[in-house]
């Protein structure tokens, strides 16, 4: 006897049951709708990508977390991102693009990063991006964040908030300070919310001394509406611009000028885009941890679930593609881990409430020898673009209806012998139960 497996899967992937999947299936639909309606062209890229593509500006945890393929002579890895390949679809593409260039793509992605709750070794993201070669202006910056937005409101999620940060804030400041240890004290800080602030601020004043700290501390402890928060930082940037003179000093000072300056003029862009000031606050903790962030960055979480992290990501990034041109292509990106988010919404009950407009509205049920006239009803129905399927299986009515219930099917069309002779339809409500025989001509004209 043959030794059976015991079917499963690898930890850190995921599948869902088929109406699970019709969900996760219409909020990407939705969410993509959203972004086509809004000039974005759809692309894709391959799954498999030459390392030395993948990981050329990338190194540390993230090399450590790529899948590498060796079967052929050239060394090859699974995409870990949708960006990086982009940067490169853009620079091989350059002389068929339109510019500035907006897309969108839905696709898997790989990461072999340690298992557990809501994170996911293969997972689907949906990203934006917009390019154009030697510059691009930061309203591009407000408008991606109001897309995400958009694509939220578009499959009822309303509870959502926008933390949004400019780099330079922070780099300035650090620069400012003559702190050389610059991508220590960042990753520290990216840590904030898992070590704790007090355990954030000892690493900070052990990297750079407990009065540098000062300053770092009091900058991220800036907190309020979004226009008080602008208002603290322009305050505390003057006061710092009094204190240190130098020209490195005041480099970092000007830096930091302007990272406030873009920060201000995105929220006050993103607002004249229709995003909610409730939906929206600044947030100088986030640093995002890819490298190739050089203004705005933005991470998104839930209301009141904030303990399943960023949802949404993104930022802008001034010269991504240099590695394969020597022209400067400037961008701004944002990223919806789409699997992320589905589990999200499972756990917190939203999936589960979820109403699928776009459903089957008819199960076709064939009682005796009635097959033919039944393909002939399913293709009336379906060149008029209605949704139906014919119950090909010699079942009892009894078992089809169970069937329909099952599928969530409003109306069961029963034909049998005696209603193909008649030209007659019994038409079968699954809501309320009722069941009525009507003529196949009459219904036809009055239902479609």
């Keep these: 006897m043959t030794k059976k497996i015991k079917p499963s899967i690898l930890p850190g992937f995921m599948e869902l049951p088929p109406k699970e999947q019709l969900i996760f299936n219409d909020i990407v639909s ?30 540390g945890e993230t090399e450590k977390q790529v899948y590498r393929i060796d079967k052929e002579k050239n ?59 030697r ?86 402890e800036i907190q309020g509406r979004v226009d ?23 480099r970092g000072y000007f830096k930091m000028r302007i990272g406030i300056g ?29 490298d190739y962030y050089t203004g705005t960055v933005f991470e998104t979480v839930i209301e009141r679930n904030e303990n399943y992290g960023s949802i949404c990501s993104g930022g802008r990034y001034d010269n991504l593609a240099e590695l394969y041109t020597d022209m400067k292509i400037p961008g701004v990106g944002i990223s919806i881990g789409i699997t992320r988010l589905f589990f999200v919404l499972k756990e917190i009950g939203f999936v589960g409430s979820y109403t699928l407009e776009d459903t089957l509205d008819y199960l076709i049920s064939p009682i005796g020898n009635t097959l033919k006239e039944c393909i002939k009803v399913n293709q009336a129905l379906q060149r008029q673009g209605i949704k139906s399927e014919i119950y090909l299986n010699k079942d009892p009515l009894k078992k089809q209806l169970s069937y329909a219930d099952a599928k969530e099917i409003s109306t069961v069309i029963i034909i049998g012998e005696d209603e193909v002779e008649k030209g007659q339809l019994i038409i079968k409500n699954m809501k309320t139960g009722e069941q009525t025989k009507v003529s196949r001509k009459e219904w036809f004209k009055r239902e479609i």
Excluded: W
């Design 262 to 290: 873009e920060l201000e003029e995105v929220l006050n862009t993103v607002r004249l885009f229709g995003v909610n000031e409730q939906n929206l606050r600044v947030e100088l903790k986030i640093i995002r941890g890819l």
């Design 135 to 220: 510059k691009l202006d930061i309203t591009n910056d407000a408008f991606v964040i109001s897309l995400a937005a958009q694509a939220f409101e578009s499959i009822g999620l309303k509870d959502y908030r926008f933390q949004i940060s400019n780099r330079k804030i922070l780099s300035g400041l650090l620069e400012m300070l003559g702190i050389v240890q610059q991508q220590e004290v960042m990753g520290l800080i990216d840590k904030y919310d898992k070590i704790g602030k007090e355990n954030c601020i000892r690493g900070i004043e052990e990297l750079v001394g407990a009065c540098k700290a000062i300053y770092i501390r009091e900058l991220l």
């Design 228 to 250: 008080d928060v602008i208002k603290q930082m322009k305050a505390f940037n003057q006061k710092l611009g009094e204190q240190f003179n130098s020209d490195q000093e005041q």
């Design 75 to 133: 060394k090859q890895a699974l995409r870990f991102d949708l960006t990086v390949p982009f940067a490169r679809y853009v620079v091989q593409h350059m002389n068929e693009l339109d510019f500035p260039f907006k897309r969108y793509q839905f696709g898997k992605v790989y990461r072999g990063e340690r298992n557990q709750k809501g994170r996911y070794r293969e997972f689907y993201q949906l990203d934006i991006d917009i390019v154009s070669p």
């Design 30 to 59: 939705k969410m993509s709708k959203v972004y086509e309606q809004n000039g974005c062209m759809p692309m894709d890229t391959p799954l498999i990508e030459k390392e030395e593509i993948l990981l050329a500006k990338s190194a």
